[in-house]
């Protein structure tokens, strides 16, 4: 059953939508996940794993297919679809179902395993990982590990562990340092130091098949991404806006949180990309979800409805560019990349802004995939400027090193993760809190009402604030 599955799911139809993913990014039609999940491929995290693996050989797969000369011997085939399916041929799984690609590549399999061996040989190298171009090096992201958030809802840690070394894997612990985690390798894994449910695998680990992924026991969400959901961190019972949803990983781990206790208000313009989170949202076994076909800027903060939502995540659209995974390109160098951000950065602010109005609003993080400053710091401290300090920032996960650039006063405030200092995909977090009476924060709304003796169900709204007098 399982390899029936396998066989279905990985077809011609997986290479050819790798294919169109990949001139997509060529033609900069949107980032990976974007072109992923915008697609009508019915496996997007296979998907975007092949996609993902192409790119990483992208530089040795061009050499290959140029030594080989395939491209010039069948000239029907697709450049991107020969890449993807060299790529599965040589380094991936093997090809797998039919199709004249397939085929086409078939005859030639000789003479580019030759030109593989001859490639190894010249690099002096005797593994494919080798072949690769060091860290940071042109055109290749860092190794990123393969990043496992054990989902709450289903499982614990200790079972999924278990589970894993029951199957071979030797497990060592929580990790201690970068080193222990950047030197991973073969069948070991880490507990992660600073999320209590994550686990860290080597780099390339292939888990879409594992069974607890299969099952929602397991969700593989990079480390960075799992920060915004853990730092907002809403009590159960809470009511949270996940105002830019799709394509879930975050409202699920939102759910995991809550326990299924609460209610999150999940909104997406993209109809595809919300059928697909729902998918994934009932496969992680959340329920405490509203799914919204709408734009979250037209909400009304003051409907009723979101009258006791105390929590907003905030994840916009941003340049991507902080994704290892994306395809490399010369962006700094672009004429149109000033433009591109501030248009970027304009939308930003605008969502900032629209979330902050939520009259309940006690906490809202703010997070991108971006490097750059302008979608980043920038956006949060003009925000906060505007606002008459009705919220502050917050210091948050003090054992996180890699901190907001120096250029900015608020620089310890936030957070920034990259594949060369913390091995994860480059992401901003900044986490927003409204002041309360007399500068101290306390604990929230419905735990002061509960502490105070109040009974479910009855009004936890808190008395009207009054304003802090600035100081001269």
């Known amino acids: 059953m399982r390899e029936r599955g396998r066989k279905s799911g990985a077809g011609t139809g997986l290479y050819g939508a790798a294919a169109s993913i990949l001139a997509g990014l060529e033609r900069r039609e949107g980032a990976l ?80 395993q030759a030109e593989l061996a001859r490639l190894k040989v010249q690099k002096k190298v005797s593994r494919n990982e080798d072949l690769l ?66 686990l860290i695998f080597p780099p390339q680990t292939d888990l879409h098949e594992n069974q607890l992924y299969v099952a929602g026991h397991i969700i593989l969400q990079d480390k960075a991404s799992c920060l915004p959901a853990f730092l907002l961190d809403p009590p159960p019972g809470s009511h949270v806006i996940d105002a830019c949803a799709a394509p879930g ?4 781990q939102l759910a995991a949180i809550l326990k299924n206790k609460g209610q999150i208000f999940a909104f997406d313009l993209d109809a595809k990309r919300l059928a697909t989170m729902s998918t994934m949202l009932v496969r992680a076994g959340a329920t405490c979800y509203q799914l919204a076909h709408q734009d979250f800027l037209a909400t009304d903060p ?14 916009p659209s941003c340049s991507g560019s902080g994704m290892a995974s994306r395809l490399p390109v010369e962006e700094e160098e672009s004429a149109s990349l000033p433009e591109r951000l501030r248009a970027l950065a304009s939308f930003q602010r605008k969502m900032l802004a629209h979330a902050l109005r939520f009259p309940a609003l ?4 703010y997070s991108t995939c971006s490097v750059y400053p302008e979608e980043n710091e920038a956006v949060v401290l003009d925000m906060l400027e505007q606002l008459e300090k009705d919220f502050r920032l917050m210091e948050v996960l003090p054992s996180w090193t890699h901190r907001g650039l120096a250029t900015f006063a608020e620089a310890k405030c936030f957070l920034r993760a990259s594949p060369k200092e913390t091995l994860t995909n480059g992401f901003f977090v900044a986490v927003l809190e409204r002041r309360h009476v ?24 808190p008395p009207p604030r009054k304003k802090k007098k600035k100081r001269s």
């Open 133 to 198: 171009p060091p860290a940071g090096g042109a055109g290749q992201a860092p190794h990123v590990p393969r990043y496992v958030r054990v989902n709450s809802l289903k499982t614990c840690v200790d079972d999924v562990v278990d589970f894993f070394k029951r199957y071979g894997y030797a497990f060592l612990g929580k990790a201690a340092s970068m080193e222990d985690v950047s030197s991973l390798s073969g069948k070991k894994f880490l507990l992660d130091p600073h999320l209590p449910e994550l």
């Open 249 to 252: 990983n975050k409202t699920s």
């Open 33 to 112: 996940k974007t072109l992923v999940y915008g697609s009508r491929f019915q496996n997007p995290r296979l998907l975007c794993a092949l996609v993902s693996e192409t790119l990483r050989y992208s530089p040795v797969l061009d050499s290959l297919l140029d030594a080989a000369g395939l491209l010039r011997a069948e000239k029907k085939l697709q450049p991107q679809l020969a890449k993807v399916l060299v790529y599965d041929l040589l380094f991936g799984k093997g090809l797998r179902g039919g199709g004249r690609g397939k085929a086409l590549v078939l005859k030639h399999r000789a003479r580019l």
């Open 302 to 315: 003051e409907d009723p409805k979101y009258s006791c939502v105390r929590y907003i995540l905030l994840d």
């Open 362 to 365: 006690q906490r809202l993080v």
């Open 438 to 461: 007399g500068g101290s924060l306390g604990p929230s709304a419905p735990q002061q009402f509960l502490q105070a003796g109040g009974k479910a169900g009855a009004d936890p709204t």
